[in-house]
């Protein structure tokens, strides 16, 4: 089970998510973020935290210059893509960085079967609102989540071994349910998600 820590915003909290076993973390570059962040704090948490853990920069109807500007700068490992573009744009972002392309439950049915035999493309479930804090319906869910996508909406240490035994994903993401405030991650918080991220066990939810 892969788990990503998203909202970071200082070198501190990448390395506290780090030490607590993330493997992926998540720096929020949307102008309308609350957690918006500079290229060069993330650049500062990769040289902190080492290659091992992923840096994944989230990007939100921005252009393809910009992100791969973004992306030069902040040495990211890959690039999460929020909201309205093209599958040419998503495909042409693959060229360049793994790509985990954020959908919302009204999309899945379609975009599932678009980006399904791509291998530069990984898809995530997020809510609505993403860093919102509410959690999807993952029952309602369950007989149509894509085989190796992501989870995230509203995921937290109380409620993230439960979506995975309901969806089986390949893996979680979190960011409001981890802060003390926006942008400023709980350590307990933090260390709690991914321990009970790793500890879960996929199967199919009781009836």
């Not at 915003?9 to 780090?18: I, P």
């Not at 210059?65 to 909201?83: K, N, P």
Request: with cysteine; aromatic share 6%; proline share 8%.
């Amino acid at each position: 089970m892969k788990v990503k820590v998203c909202g970071i915003t200082s070198v501190a909290d990448a390395v506290l998510s780090a030490e607590a076993g993330a493997d992926a973390l998540g720096f929020i570059f949307a102008p309308v973020s609350r957690r918006l962040v500079a290229p060069e704090v993330t650049r500062g948490a990769g040289l902190s935290v080492g290659p091992a853990v992923a840096r994944v920069g989230v990007f939100l109807n921005q252009g393809l210059d910009e992100v791969l500007r973004t992306a030069e700068t902040a040495r990211l490992s890959a690039v999460q893509i929020h909201g309205q573009v093209s599958s040419l744009y998503v495909r042409q972002l693959a060229a360049y960085y793994p790509v985990l392309r954020v959908l919302r439950p009204a999309d899945l049915a379609v975009e599932a079967a678009v980006w399904r035999d791509h291998p530069g493309v990984t898809l995530m479930l997020d809510a609505p609102e993403p860093g919102g804090g509410q959690p999807l319906d993952w029952d309602a869910l369950s007989g149509a989540f894509p085989p190796g996508a992501w989870l995230a909406g509203g995921l937290g240490p109380q409620n993230v071994a439960q979506a995975i035994r309901v969806l089986q994903p390949a893996g979680v993401d979190a960011v409001s349910r981890l802060e003390a405030q926006p942008g400023l991650k709980d350590p307990a918080a933090v260390r709690a998600f991914v321990r009970a991220a790793k500890q879960a066990h996929p199967q199919s939810y009781p009836q």
